[in-house]
T-cell receptor, first 113, second 111 residues
Framework: NTKITQSPRYLILGRANKSLECEQH?????MYWYKQSAEKPPELMFL???????RNETVPSRFIPECPDSSKLLLHISAVDPEDSAVYFC?????????????FGEGSKLTVL | QQQVRQSSQSLTVWEGETAILNCSYE??????FPWYQQFPGEGPALLIA???VSDKKEDGRFTIFFNKREKNLSLHIKDSQPGDSATYFC??????????WGSGTKLIIKP
C-alpha cells in the first residue's frame, strides 16, 4: 500500500525522543494513529478529522499527535517505555464518523531497549 | 467487557474447503461490520463489510452472513487457498466515531 506512507519503518530506541511520520495520498479527511501489540487487534490512540482532534484515547502523555495538514500526521514520542514496543499504524478514512472503512499504512515497528 | 467477540483464536482448514469465521457483538447500536485481513508484517486491509440492514454480502469467494436478531455474523471463505492464510479481524462501528475490534482469528490453510 503506497498510498499511505509511514516513516521510519523500524525504530530502536532507548529512552530517547522520536517522531513518526505519516502521509496519505487518498484525499481522506480522517486520520488515525493505532498501536498494535503482538497477537492483538489494533488499538486506537488518536483520531483527527479535518485536522481537528476528535478522539483522544487513554494514552500516556509521552505520546503527542500533530496534524499539520489533512494529509499528514505525526506522532511525537518522548522518553519511551518498554511497554511502548509495538507496531504503530497510521490509517485514514474518507471521513468521520464513518470510521469503519480504514486504510492502513505499513506501520512503524518500535522496539524499546 | 468484550463488545465484539471472535469465538476462535485460530482455525485450520484444508485447501479447497470453506473456512467459516464467527463473530458476535453486544451493542445493538452497531450498524457497520467490516472484516479486516492482516498478513504478518503488514497493516490490516479492509476485506469486506456489511451494514446492519442487510443479511448477506458477497464479494468473490468472500461472503458475510449477518443475523441481527442473534447479534452474530460469519465470514465464509469459499475454495480457500494457502494465500488466504492470515489473521482476520471482525469489527463493528456506530455513528459515534467508535470502531470496536474483535481479538482476531488466525486462519491457516493447509495445502
Amino acid at each position: 500500500n503506497t498510498k499511505i506512507t509511514q516513516s521510519p519503518r523500524y525504530l530502536i530506541l532507548g529512552r530517547a525522543n522520536k517522531s513518526l511520520e505519516c502521509e496519505q495520498h487518498l484525499g481522506h479527511n480522517a486520520m488515525y494513529w493505532y498501536k498494535q501489540s503482538a497477537e492483538k487487534p489494533p488499538e486506537l490512540m488518536f483520531l483527527y478529522n479535518l485536522k481537528q482532534l476528535i478522539r483522544n484515547e487513554t494514552v500516556p502523555s509521552r505520546f503527542i499527535p500533530e496534524c499539520p495538514d489533512s494529509s499528514k500526521l505525526l506522532l511525537h514520542i518522548s522518553a519511551v517505555d518498554p511497554e511502548d514496543s509495538a507496531v504503530y499504524f497510521c490509517a485514514s478514512s474518507p471521513g468521520a464518523p464513518n470510521t469503519g472503512q480504514l486504510y492502513f499504512g505499513e506501520g512503524s515497528k518500535l522496539t524499546v531497549l | 467487557q468484550q463488545q465484539v467477540r471472535q469465538s476462535s483464536q485460530s482455525l485450520t482448514v484444508w485447501e479447497g474447503e470453506t473456512a467459516i469465521l464467527n463473530c458476535s457483538y453486544e451493542n445493538s447500536a452497531f450498524d457497520y461490520f467490516p472484516w479486516y485481513q492482516q498478513f504478518p508484517g503488514e497493516g490490516p486491509a479492509l476485506l469486506i463489510a456489511i451494514r446492519s440492514v442487510s443479511d448477506k454480502k458477497e464479494d468473490g469467494r468472500f461472503t458475510i452472513f449477518f443475523n441481527k436478531r442473534e447479534k452474530n455474523l460469519s465470514l465464509h471463505i469459499k475454495d480457500s487457498q494457502p494465500g488466504d492464510s492470515a489473521t482476520y479481524f471482525c469489527a463493528a462501528s456506530d455513528s459515534n466515531y467508535q470502531l470496536i475490534w474483535g481479538s482476531g482469528t488466525k486462519l491457516i490453510i493447509k495445502p
